[in-house]
């Protein structure tokens, strides 16, 4: 099936540093989804977005649609120990079809 | 809290048993799925349903099935003709109809075939 390409695929970094990450895709979305997962549990809803060329920001945490429609950017922030996790994207096509990154894993050194 | 509860959280099958995931939503929404998580791999889908007594499969439903006889209840069966059954499994839910909507994720279950 199809994926969508998510970089970079691994970080560590040091605590107070500020991440980026982005998804990409040869197709358009109508919607940019960013999920913070843990390990053995469910993906967490970050943001949503729904225009080309909008950016939204949930605390930390800031994300843009791409103009293209087809990227979108995570930005992390002033990194913390509980930033620690597994980012994924997911682009939505059509009303019930959902295109997936297979994750950025964040690792922050305190 | 309106959330979407998946159970069990853990679940151990003997090949050629089948088993059975529930998962229940109070967040009012028409639209469920049920996605495969494997590590490396985005989110596959499994099958999904659009409202009560429907359901569609997704991209790799061989050797899986549901049922959606009520609005909050989309029980996923792993029966023994899957042949790579141990995953972990994420229920998921929607507003039906919209092509700009955010999709929301229970806890998660995780299937290991002994």
Redesign the interface.
Same mark, same amino acid.
């Given at each position: 099936g199809q994926q969508l390409n998510q970089s970079p695929q691994s970080m560590f970094i040091q605590e107070g540093e500020d991440v980026s990450m982005n998804c990409t895709s040869s197709s358009i979305f109508n919607t940019w989804l960013w999920y913070k997962q843990e390990p053995g549990e469910g993906p967490v809803l970050l943001i949503a977005l729904y225009k080309a060329g909008e950016l939204t920001s949930n605390g930390r945490l800031t994300a843009q649609f791409g103009i293209t429609r087809k990227d979108s950017f995570l930005n992390i922030s002033a990194s913390i120990p509980s930033d620690v996790g597994i980012y994924f994207c997911a682009g939505q096509k059509g009303t019930y079809k959902y295109i997936f990154g297979t994750g950025t894993r964040l690792k922050v050194l305190a | 809290d309106g959330g979407?509860t998946?159970s069990p959280k853990y679940l151990f099958r003997k090949e050629g048993q089948n088993v059975t995931l529930s998962c229940e939503q109070n967040l009012n929404h028409d639209?469920m799925?049920w996605y495969r998580q494997d590590p490396?791999? /985005?989110? %596959?889908?499994i099958y999904?349903s659009?409202i009560v007594n429907d359901f569609?499969k997704g !991209?790799?439903a061989e050797g899986y099935s549901v049922s959606r006889e009520k609005k909050e209840s989309f029980p996923l069966t792993v029966t023994s003709a899957q042949k790579n059954p141990t995953a $972990?499994y994420?229920c998921a839910s929607?507003i %039906? +109809?919209? !092509?700009? /909507? @955010?999709? $929301? $994720?229970? @806890? +998660?279950s %995780?299937l290991t075939v002994l």
């Open positions: - | 979407i998946q639209a799925y490396g791999q /985005g989110l %596959r889908l999904y659009q569609q !991209d790799i $972990f994420l929607s %039906r +109809g919209r !092509d700009t /909507g @955010e999709l $929301f $994720f229970g @806890e +998660g %995780r």
